[in-house]
C-alpha cells in the first residue's frame, strides 16, 4: 500500500512539475496533463507468396490494440518519403533471402538516401521507433541475420530499435510455404506491433511534457 501511495505522489508531482511553472510565469490557470496526438506507424513489408504479408496484417492487428492508431499498412515499393517523415514508427517486414532481408527491403532502405535524401547530419528518421519481422523457410537458417540487418539499417539512421516476439522481432517459419501462418506466430506479430505503439507512445508524452 505505501509503494501505492509513493507512485502515486510521484506521478502527482510530474504532472506538477509540468502544469504548475508555466502558470507561476504566466499567471494563467495551470494547464493539465498534455495528452499528444495518435501514433501513426507506417507497416511495409516485401513478399512474394504472402506470407510475409500475412505476418505484417498481424503487426497492424496488434498496433490497433491501441485506440486512436493511425496504421499505413503497404508494400516496400509504394511507401514515400512523405510516409516515412510523418510516420511516428516504422516496422519491416521481409521474407529470409539467403539468411537476409530481400533484395527489395534492401532496395527500400536504399531509396532513404537516394530518392529521399536522408542524410548526415539531419537523420529525418531520428528517434523515430523501429522493429522488424521476417519469415523463412526453415526453422533455423537466418532469420536472426535478416532481422539484425533490417535493425542494423534502422540504427543508421539513429532510429529507436525495440524488439518483441522473439528477441529480435517477430518470426514465422514457413516449411514449404503450403499451411497458413502458425496461431503463434501471428501472435508474435500482434505482440510486436502493440509493442512499438505502447513505446512510440510513451515517447510521444514525453516530448509533449518537455516542450
Ligand atoms: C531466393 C530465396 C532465398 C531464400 N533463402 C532462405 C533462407 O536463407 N532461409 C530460410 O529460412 N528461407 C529461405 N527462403 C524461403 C523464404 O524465406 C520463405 O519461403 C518465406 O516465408 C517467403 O515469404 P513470402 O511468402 O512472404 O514471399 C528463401 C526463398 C527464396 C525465394
Redesign the pocket.
Known amino acids: 500500500v505505501m509503494i501505492m501511495k509513493d507512485l502515486a505522489r510521484a506521478a502527482a508531482l510530474v504532472v506538477v512539475a509540468g502544469a504548475v511553472l508555466p502558470s507561476a510565469a504566466t499567471g494563467q490557470p495551470a494547464p493539465g496533463p498534455v495528452e499528444p496526438g495518435p501514433v501513426r506507424i507506417l507497416i511495409t513489408y ?8 500475412a505476418l505484417a496484417k498481424a503487426v497492424e492487428e496488434g498496433a490497433l490494440r491501441h485506440v486512436g492508431t493511425l496504421v499505413t499498412l503497404k508494400p516496400v515499393a509504394e511507401v514515400s518519403c512523405a510516409e516515412l517523415k510523418v510516420a511516428d514508427a516504422l516496422v519491416v517486414g521481409s ?5 537476409n532481408m530481400s533484395a527489395e527491403v534492401k532496395a527500400f532502405f536504399d531509396r532513404f538516401t537516394t530518392e529521399c535524401g536522408f542524410l548526415p547530419p539531419a537523420f529525418p528518421m531520428r528517434d523515430k521507433v523501429g522493429a522488424a519481422f521476417v ?4 526453422v533455423s ?3 536472426e541475420v535478416a532481422l539484425l540487418t533490417i535493425l542494423a539499417a534502422m540504427l543508421g539512421n539513429r532510429m529507436i530499435v525495440v524488439s518483441e516476439g522473439q528477441a529480435l522481432g517477430a518470426t ?1 517459419t ?1 516449411g514449404d ?1 503450403k499451411a497458413p501462418l502458425a496461431p503463434e506466430a501471428l501472435d508474435e506479430g500482434r505482440r510486436l506491433g502493440a509493442r512499438v505503439v505502447a513505446v512510440a507512445l510513451d515517447l510521444k508524452r514525453g516530448r509533449a511534457v518537455i516542450r
Not at 95 to 99: D, E, I
Not at 135 to 138: H, I, P, Q, R
Open positions: 516485401s513478399s512474394r507468396t504472402g506470407h510475409t504479408a521474407p529470409v533471402y539467403w539468411s519469415t523463412g523457410g526453415e537458417s537466418g532469420k514465422a514457413t510455404g
